[in-house]
């Protein structure tokens, strides 16, 4: 069975977005300039006035002005088992704060899996709702993030991090 999505484009601060439904949630948060190598799904139906985007609209805009702290979205996360774990661990990053890649591999049972929680974050479909800007690099460096590491750097300053 084929899921039906929905798509809609949105100009943020930090560059254009294209939000992504189905019937079950948002599916994907997209940078316009995500690597080509990145997997950015095609939605099969443009549809800004779809109820799910229009939320996601509102309250990315919200963020972005420094209103909200926290998204309150159905997500259709859809991965891997260890995918999903890795990114329900990073809804558990609070406002303004980091996690390592380690921290990440232990939250979710594999200490030993740094890399592959790296990949998974790397993966992630709904950037900046499922935070995966919050994740750094054991060191305190910014690492890896599909929107560029200035805007990896942008977020968590919007957010007051401290790095």
């Known amino acids: 069975m084929t899921t039906t999505t929905t798509y809609t ?12 439904a189905s019937d079950k949630g948002l599916a994907g948060v ?6 080509p190598r990145r997997r950015q799904p095609e ?9 799910v985007l229009v939320e996601a609209e509102k309250q990315l ?3 972005f002005s ?17 995918q999903r774990s890795v990114w329900k661990a990073l809804l558990t990053i609070p406002f303004g704060q980091t996690r ?8 979710v049972g ?16 709904v950037a900046i709702i499922a935070p995966c ?4 690099g054991s060191t305190g460096a910014l690492t890896g993030f599909g929107g560029g590491l200035d805007v990896k750097a942008e977020l968590l300053r919007l957010e007051g991090a401290r790095l």
């Open 61 to 63: 805009r919200e963020y």
């Open 133 to 136: 800007h919050r994740v750094i």
């Open 43 to 51: 939605g099969d139906v443009e549809n800004g006035k779809h109820p």
């Open 100 to 107: 390592s890649y380690a921290e990440i591999a232990k939250q």
């Open 9 to 20: 484009l949105m100009n943020s601060p930090i560059g254009p977005l294209r939000l992504l």
């Open 66 to 82: 420094g209103k909200r702290q926290a998204f309150d979205l159905k997500l259709d996360f859809v991965g891997t088992p260890f």
């Open 30 to 35: 997209y940078f316009e300039r995500t690597r």
């Open 110 to 125: 594999r200490p030993s899996a740094c890399r592959a929680v790296g990949a998974a974050n790397g993966a992630n479909p």
